[in-house]
């Protein structure tokens, strides 16, 4: 069945009424149109990058707006105009701190034509970093409005392409006055006067701290002049005009138009050496595996569109019927319909059910209302594939005959039924990729047939809550006073006599040092890679993330054992020393050692979907498979 439109649920505000900049549609546009106030009268520091990422933030106003619209782009083409390597590791604390810096970029004053006004006012008035979509949304302050929409009078047109080369924030800065000044120089150039600069204006206007003429000359005009003359529609130069004894107060500049045909030629030079660049770069962006910004109280989300590929938003999870709905769209139950059998579709409906119950399911972590260790990991599916249709359908058989009718046998249904579909949540590549994934057998169908009367639905009052389960033992930050007695603990909870004597030679020489490797990470204090994560002598972030392995395995030998196997010494350097592009093969050890131990449950997912197939890849059916066992070894 089609699933229901979704209602408005949009606050009442202006939001409605603002037009939408997408990157896709306007990133393409390369005029600014700029006041005069703004440009010679605003006093800012931004950096380089920050300069051209305004520019191109401004660009995106098209004459016909009457509103400043809310900014959207993609986090890789957001850090691309920053100037930052998205293809780095660290991507999400890249990006809070690019934007943080430019929230926090006072405007400190612009003078209004025809008053003693002064405004103070920063570049923008909200930011949103959704992770779940990988979009940014920016939203300019009021302020800017007089300066950027609907210019009659006293503006500035320039491209912005010919910042593009621009090495020096000074450069940019007096391009921008060059432009703004251009008419009044060539008004002045035919009465025979001059064009004049003050240096102390025009420091305020650069944002320099110059003390001396010299450094002034050097660092900013000289630079200027090399990276305008030759490479713009325009000429700069200047000459002393005005001393006092020594010091240079002021000087006269030219601004000559260069011709058009010329300053065509240098667009389409520029133009074409960007797109060369951009072209050896075309590696798809990851999320990052470190760095959230989940406890971030300053973050928005995204305006909401209920379609399949959509990640929900945490709020649902205090609205039961529009979590029901929305999941219903995500698991697209029309076309369910079309390739399940009655019993996994009614499968559907039951974990839709108790999704809605998840969502909204009290916990240390509650965002708006909603169950933020949950919403967290159906996002993550959803984001990556697309919806949920691909997880329903590779679940539902399962559920049917086993898990539901199992769930229905226990003293407290619940707390199985949320742990398993927490647990398949997590394991979606079992599901999704149709590998690794156990048939059942004809005898497990017909023992779980026996195991209880059938049940019309899952109702809450048809559930007793079990008993909290014993906390299992854990890694603590005492564990990691020294390396020693950090290895001492990885050892115990790894099992790691047993766990050596079923590897080959190959893998006890990659789990002795997977281990050492582990004690490091678990310990490691780096300056501005590990603030807020340590306790005591312990990286908490790597020693959470094992804990959280063992709360779930009871302990670390799977994920060691995961790590030995694939790391094989005997064929995994020589693999490593065979690539061309690999210079340091220990640094691709320690940094794939270092993401498993953050992303322990995407290792153990791949490791077991290689461990069921056999050599042509079709799933093997292992006799010894249990899954009710691997539910309740949870």
Partial sequence: MAPKKQPNTQRPDDTALTPVATYSARGNQTIVRKSNDLIQNAMYSLTLSQQK???????????????????????????????????????????????????????QWIRLAGTQKITMFRWLSSATIDEGTGKIVLTLDQSLKPHLIQLKEFYTT?????????????????????????????????????????????????????????????????????EINGKTD?????????????????????????????????LNEITKLRSKRLRKKTTALEVAETGTLDDDPNILTLDYVSVPETTIPYSYGATPDLMAQELGVKAELDKLALVLTPEELDAVHVLIDAMVRMAGAPSDKMIDGGNAV????????IDNCKGLRRWFEGVAGRYAAKVIPTARTKRAPMPYLYKSIMNDLEDYRLYVADIGVEELR????????????????????????????????????????????????????????NLKARLSGGQQEALEDIVQMTAYFCRRNVKGKDDGMIEGKANMQFVGSLNRVIARYGDLSSLFEALAVTMDYDTYWKELMKNPR????????????????????????????????DPLGAPVRDKDVDWLKAFEEV
């Fill in 53 to 107: 990422l305004m520019l191109h933030i401004f660009a995106m106003i098209k004459p016909s707006d009457t509103e400043l619209p809310r900014y959207e782009m993609s986090i890789y083409e957001f850090l691309k105009l920053c100037g930052v390597d998205p293809h780095n590791g660290s991507m999400y604390k890249q990006v809070k701190k690019n934007i943080e810096d430019i929230a926090n970029a006072k405007v």
């Fill in 442 to 497: 004809e005898e497990d169908v017909e023992s779980a047939a026996h195991q209880a009367p059938p049940v019309p639905d899952l109702l809450e009052a048809d559930f007793v809550e079990a008993e909290p389960d014993a906390v299992p033992a854990q890694l603590t930050p005492d564990d990691a006073a020294t390396k020693k007695t950090m290895i001492a603990a990885l050892e115990k909870f790894s099992d790691y006599e």
């Fill in 374 to 381: 949950f919403f967290q990991t159906v996002n993550n599916v």
């Fill in 234 to 266: 325009i000429l700069f130069d200047y000459a002393v005009y005005e001393k006092d004894r020594q010091r240079v107060i002021a000087i006269s500049v030219t601004i000559e138009p260069v011709d058009k045909q010329v300053a065509d030629q240098k």
């Fill in 582 to 613: 690999i210079k340091n093969p220990k640094l691709v050890f320690q940094t794939e050692v270092e993401k498993a131990l953050l992303m322990p449950a995407a290792v153990l997912g791949e490791f077991r979907a290689r461990r069921g197939q």
């Fill in 158 to 226: 320039m491209n912005i392409t010919y910042t593009l080369p621009m090495k020096s924030q000074y450069s940019i800065k007096i391009y921008e006055l060059c432009k703004s000044y251009q008419n009044l120089y060539l008004e002045k150039k035919k009465k025979g006067e001059p064009l004049v600069w003050s240096i102390e204006t025009l420091k305020k206007q650069v944002d320099c701290n110059a003390s001396n003429w010299a450094h002034v000359r050097r660092t900013v005009l000289d630079k200027a002049k090399s």
